[in-house]
């Protein structure tokens, strides 16, 4: 167990549905990442944040969107969602405590699977 | 830009036997991260080994070791008399230093040992 929790473990929904992904950190970790691993594509960052700041974007849809809360869990906002858009949707985090990244070991949740019908 | 090349797409082995994952990475930087990352059946991923780009000293913990080569550009990993709870896909992964430490990842090995 990391200690990085994620919920719904899984999700079905519709196209052109929005759904919302939930993650916890570990304890005391201030960074928190999101990824994408699907078959074609395979494991992909979207997204970091840390402590409540977006610090960088990969290759993350504009239907995306993500935020980190003062408490330091996350949500991953996925809108308009289209077939491809199922997925396994990983959070991380790491402690990173100075935002320098010398301690940066990511440790990720269980992922949630999201399957768009 | 940042690159990990895994070319191994599977492996399959006997039980026992040794099995070494290649990982080729390219990067501009000078200070980076290199990792390696199992994914059981299960889904979850699993974090084995982080090593700095100047820390080039090979490492030992149990059966697993990892060999990292600056000069061929190579962090390969070495499963010791493998075991079935070692299937698995392993992911070699790439962060640079500072700033956004996103991971780029390999596409993964899956390795199969079988009884």
């Known amino acids: 167990d990391s200690g990085v929790t994620q919920t719904p473990k899984h999700l079905i929904t519709a196209t052109g549905q929005r759904v919302t992904l939930r993650c916890s950190p570990r304890?005391?970790?201030?960074?928190v990442y999101w990824y994408q691993q699907s078959l074609d594509q395979g494991l992909q960052f979207l997204i970091q944040y840390y402590n409540g700041e977006e610090r960088a974007k990969g290759n993350i849809l504009e239907r995306f969107s993500a935020q980190q809360f003062p408490d330091l869990h996350s949500e991953l906002n996925l809108s308009s969602l289209e077939l491809g858009d199922s997925a396994l949707y990983f959070c991380a985090s790491s402690v990173d405590p100075l935002g320098r990244g010398e301690l940066n070991e990511q440790f990720f949740g269980p992922g949630t699977r999201l399957t768009v019908l | 830009a940042q690159k990990v090349t895994q070319a191994q797409t599977e492996i399959s082995v006997v039980e026992k036997e040794d099995v070494t994952l290649d990982c080729v990475y390219e990067?501009?930087?000078?200070?980076?991260?290199l990792f390696w990352y199992k994914q059981p059946p299960s889904g979850e991923l699993v974090f084995l080994i982080r090593r700095n780009s100047f820390d080039e000293q090979n490492e030992i913990s149990g059966r697993y070791s990892w060999n990292f080569q600056k000069s061929t550009s190579s962090f390969n990993f070495t499963i010791t008399a493998s075991q079935v709870v070692d299937s698995a896909v392993y992911f070699c992964a790439l962060s640079e230093a500072g700033g956004a430490q996103k991971l780029v990842f390999g596409q993964g090995t899956r390795l199969t040992i079988n009884p």
């Open positions: 304890s005391g970790d201030l960074s």
């Open positions: 990067t501009r930087d000078t200070t980076y991260y």
